[in-house]
């Protein structure tokens, strides 16, 4: 009988601690996720961003802008 109970105790214990450690397991992950959400929202902003960014440089109104600020005349080259 003492083997038994010993046994039984045992083996719910087992089983009782495989149950804990499979529900940290899954917080651990869900906190993995959520981190790696967070990344992923700061690097589409980022290339949301510099995608602005690359397009405003590009734009011709801004270029002939900047020119004026620095007030650099550009002329065309001479035929030769």
Do not use: C, W
């Not at 010993?6 to 940290?24: D, E, G, P």
């Amino acid at each position: 009988m003492p083997k038994k109970v010993f046994s039984y105790t045992f083996l719910i214990s087992f089983l009782s601690m495989i149950y804990v450690y499979q529900n940290i397991e899954i917080v651990k992950a869900g906190y993995a996720i959520d981190s790696d959400k967070t990344k992923l929202s700061y690097f589409l902003d980022q290339h949301n961003r510099l995608l602005y960014n690359l397009n405003e440089l590009k734009s011709p109104v801004a270029l002939d802008l900047r020119l004026h600020n620095y007030a650099i005349n550009l002329i065309e080259p001479e035929a030769a």
